[in-house]
């Protein structure tokens, strides 16, 4: 059973991006089916120490982009980005420090945020980024 099913209306039209949110979508299911299973802390942990890192490159990956192309919006999006990253860093010291495990309720409202944060800042910026890199359209606001 899987926690979160890709749809195609997620997509945002730029390869690469779509993949690695699609790389997302599968980590948080990976996670998902550990916590459900009640595997063990170790596993837990190392799915999550993969799903961080996977986080600070997609990011890092998108701000790239954004900043390549003029995006004047990059501040903000950070943030979110930074957001995202505390909550999830916060998550994991819960994890690792507590015999409270990463709940399932958290991981929920970490992928509604993330799923979120696609259809909305994602989608924006990527949209005016295609706008920006046609010469011929009205230049994006
Ligand atoms: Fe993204
Ligand atoms: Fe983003």
Redesign the pocket.
């Known amino acids: 059973m899987s926690f979160f099913t890709w749809t195609q209306d997620l997509a945002i039209g730029v390869a690469e991006i779509d993949e690695q949110h699609q790389g997302f979508v599968a980590l948080l299911n990976e996670l998902f089916v550990a916590l459900q299973a009640g595997e063990a802390p170790a596993t837990i942990d190392a799915v999550v120490a993969r799903l961080q890192r996977y986080t600070v490159e997609h990011?890092h990956f998108?701000e790239q982009l954004m900043f390549r192309a003029g995006y004047p919006r990059l501040a903000e999006?950070r943030e979110?980005?930074r957001y995202f990253v505390e909550q999830l860093d916060q998550a994991t010291a819960t994890n690792e420090h507590a015999s409270v495990p990463l709940s399932l309720e958290t991981l929920s409202i970490m992928t509604h945020w993330l799923i979120e944060?696609?259809r909305g800042?994602?989608h924006h910026?990527f949209r005016w980024i295609a706008r920006a890199a046609r010469p011929s359209s009205v230049p994006p606001r």
């Open positions: 990011f998108e999006h979110l980005h944060h696609i800042a994602d910026a």
